[in-house]
Structures are given as C-alpha cells and as structure tokens.
C-alpha cells in the first residue's frame, strides 16, 4: 500500500523559471519611432477630470507578437500601458492630436510596420546582450543622472539602444572623448546611461529646460519625486 502523502506527491514548481518565460514573452525584439505626435494619455488621481498627453516616442513589438508604446518616464523607456501610478499617471489610451481620435490599443499601421521589420530584421539571439537596434531620440529627451562625486547632471539623450534581451538603455555623451558634430545613436562618444549612473530620471525637453534654468516650483516637485522614488 503506497502511503505517501498527497503532500509529498504535488509537483513543485520552479517559479524562477516560470518569471523568466514571462519576461521572455514580454522581451522587446524590434523598436519603431513615432513620427506623426501620437501621444500617450494618462491620468492623474488629483485631477481625475482631466486628461494629459504625453508624445509616444516609439512602438516596441515583444515577442508574443504584442506591440505597446513607450515613453520615458522616471528611470526608463517604459510601456505606456504598465503605468498605473494614481500619483505619478494611470494610462488611458492613445491619441492623435490631429483628429483628435482616441484609441485604446496602438494603431494599426505601427503593428503592421514592426511585424514585417522584425520578420526581414531576424535576429539568433547570443549568450551575452548585443545590441540589435539603434534608435534616435526625436523628443529632445534628457537624462538628470548622479554623478560619482554626488553631484547630478542634466544630460540629452541622443538615442536608445535595444539589445538582445530586451533592455532599452538612454545612449549619453561622455564629454572626455571627442565626438563629431551631430552625435548619433552609433557614435564610439556615447554610453548607455544605467551602465555609468547608480541613478537617472528622464524629462521632456520642457521640463529639462526648466530645470536648467533651476525654476522654483520644477526643483521643488523634482525633489517630492526623488524622495517618493526613493
């Protein structure tokens, strides 16, 4: 007579595995830019009557076949649709300025675009992260990134990498090398952000130039931010 418990006899299950499959479905394999002002809606918990729009900067296709928009917001590129923050923005859908059309999933015409991109552009994925794709930054995004001496720079972004397993770093300027006139995405100049700075948080162009000309009421909800963040 077998007396083994049920207990003994359930299956246990690697988690681990299980999250690494999920990030894996999730992992973005190919990039498109945004160049007609799509943009991003989203919400805040203060003003929960209002609606704000933010430019989508580019459309990513993941490997389960799902395209989603991305925006930088806070330390990275982020899906647009992930945003669920009732302080800091809940996403609510896309929307062209133009016709003022409003929509709950990306347009069709990106999918299309980046299915057969990423159809011709087929890549075997190596061991270590390569890069698979260069992106220009179209926004006049910039990066306040902590320096090694404690110290925080305003820094543009002059494009994005994509790599092999899906990450999707801010490319910046290390000004001790020479650089030609105009930087891009492939220049030997630029580093990617995370792999330099402990801490960044991406801006838009007009919040950047705010904060450059060090407007009151921009560093004081910067500094809220930070310590939320932290």
């Known amino acids: 007579m077998n007396t083994m418990s049920t207990y003994h006899r359930m299956q ?10 999920r990030r ?9 830019p945004e160049l007609d002002g799509l943009e991003m809606l989203y919400q805040l918990a203060s003003d929960a009557q209002s609606l704000y729009g933010m430019p989508v900067l580019a459309w990513g296709l993941q490997e389960d076949g799902h395209v989603v928009g991305l925006v930088p917001w806070l330390d990275r590129l982020t899906r647009c649709h992930t945003l669920e923050d009732p302080d800091q923005g809940c996403f609510v859908g896309y929307r062209d300025p133009e016709s003022e059309l ?5 347009p069709l015409h990106k999918v299309v675009e980046l299915e057969h991109a990423a159809a011709y552009f087929e890549y075997e994925h190596e061991d270590e992260p390569c890069v698979l794709q260069h992106l220009p930054d179209t926004q006049g995004t910039h990066a306040l990134c902590h320096a090694h001496d404690d110290s925080w720079q305003l820094k543009q972004v002059h494009g994005w990498h994509l790599y092999s397993d899906g990450n999707i770093e801010a490319l910046l300027q290390d000004e001790d090398q020479d650089c030609e006139e105009p930087i891009l995405p492939g220049d030997d100049c630029l580093y990617p952000g995370h792999a330099r700075h402990e801490s960044l948080y991406l801006f838009q162009r007009q ?13 004081e909800a910067l500094s809220v931010m930070m310590v939320t963040q932290d």
């Open 24 to 32: 894996k479905k999730h992992r973005i394999v190919r990039l498109a």
């Open 12 to 21: 246990v299950i690697d988690l681990e595995s299980v999250r690494q499959q």
């Open 207 to 219: 919040i950047a130039n705010r904060i450059r000309s060090q407007d009151p009421a921009t560093l």
């Open 102 to 106: 409003v929509m709950d999933s990306p």
